[in-house]
């Protein structure tokens, strides 16, 4: 058995639960936020916040909140500052006791962009798709130029909900182009 700073005895390996993350618990969490640990990302935290305000975050997803051996929060610093901030809970699966050499790998993954989304759910043109919607989300929400706030997965889905006519317009724009070339970036 080893012990922490807690004197909270445990095996050699990280164990989990699932777990309501209120904002006074998201606080606590983010009160033992491992030393070191990167800025909050605006960029990041107005998705999240905005997804916690539709509901997202309300059904269980399989996201993970992580603590290391010592107890302190390695993964998981902006999902708590949403709660936090909106002032909402979440389901979570907290992982506690992650071996120390865990915080090497979490995000080392390449991130999955609304792209490869809509490509799983069998949309065709699926990048070129993805581009047209952020474009139409920033149009509309007054984000265009200086501001680089880009839609969230949800709020891409969304779009395309509200606009089934978009995935034509770029198959149709596409095989336009011989006609008229996208200019190749300088």
């Not at 050499?101 to 798709?129: E, Q």
């Amino acid at each position: 058995m080893k012990s922490n700073k807690y004197n909270i005895n445990h095996g050699e390996s990280s164990d989990s639960l699932p777990i309501e993350i209120t904002p006074e618990i998201a606080q606590l969490f983010l009160d033992t936020q491992i030393t070191g640990q990167r800025p909050i990302k605006l960029k990041n935290l107005k998705r999240l916040m905005r997804s916690a305000g539709k509901g997202m975050w309300n059904a269980g997803n399989g996201e993970t909140i992580k603590f290391n051996q010592d107890l302190e929060l390695i993964d998981g610093q902006h999902r708590c500052f949403m709660v936090a901030k909106t002032e909402t809970s979440i389901f979570v699966l907290v992982v506690v006791f992650c071996n120390p050499k865990a915080f090497l790998i979490i995000d080392a993954g390449a991130p999955k962009v609304a792209a490869d989304k809509l490509r799983v759910m069998g949309h065709k043109s699926a990048f070129t798709t993805a581009a047209a919607l952020s474009l139409l989300w920033r149009y509309l929400y007054h984000c265009l130029g200086g501001n680089d706030d880009t839609p969230s997965h949800e709020e891409v889905w969304d779009l395309l909900s509200q606009h089934p006519g978009i995935e034509e317009s770029v198959k149709v724009a596409r095989e336009c182009s011989h006609i008229m070339p996208h200019p190749k970036a300088a």
